[in-house]
């Protein structure tokens, strides 16, 4: 379950930079956020084994204390991070699918992008192979049982 959860954080092409911080349920500061984008590094640099509360530590100059006022531990820093990366392909989805004329065109887009694991492809490009990240999303959403992994 623990590999299974750093695929899924991993499985957009969606960086920290390129949107606004998200709620991860815990105080919304600058402290939390900075945390949250160390494990997203760390997650995205290394794998899960990477994550670690050392690492996180080490790479944002915080102290111990810091990190556990906004999180009991790693598991809840990583569902953090997925839940950050569920939000912002949630977002994208959104925006991209706006541009298409009609609800069904709209609907079409968003199956396929969740479904082949087109992530990250505009409508209006050419769809490419799906990639191994995107492809785990997918999975995991289809195992889940829900069809947008909310």
């Known amino acids: 379950m623990r590999k299974r ?7 957009t092409r969606f960086s920290l930079a390129e949107a ?3 709620s991860t349920g815990t105080p919304d500061d600058a402290r939390t956020r900075e ?6 590094a760390l997650l995205e ?3 899960l084994e990477g994550l670690t509360i050392r690492a ?9 204390r810091a ?4 999180f009991a531990g790693k598991d809840d820093l990583v569902l953090a991070v997925f839940e950050q990366t569920l939000k912002r392909a949630a977002a994208w989805f959104a925006a991209e699918a706006a541009r298409l004329p009609g609800p069904m065109e709209q609907l079409r887009f968003i199956v396929t992008g969740i479904v082949l694991g ?9 769809p490419v192979p799906s990639d191994r990240r995107s492809a785990a999303l997918s999975r995991a959403c289809s195992e889940a ?3 947008r992994g909310s």
Do not use: F, N
Request: no cysteine; charged share 25%.
């Open 67 to 70: 990190l556990y006022e906004r």
């Open 45 to 47: 640099e290394e794998g």
């Open 20 to 22: 606004p911080p998200e």
């Open 35 to 40: 945390i949250v984008a160390a494990a997203y």
């Open 118 to 126: 087109r992530m990250g492809v505009a409508p209006d490009q050419d």
């Open 145 to 147: 049982g829900s069809p």
């Open 56 to 64: 996180v530590l080490a790479r944002t100059g915080l102290a111990r």
């Open 5 to 11: 959860l750093s695929d899924i954080a991993m499985a």
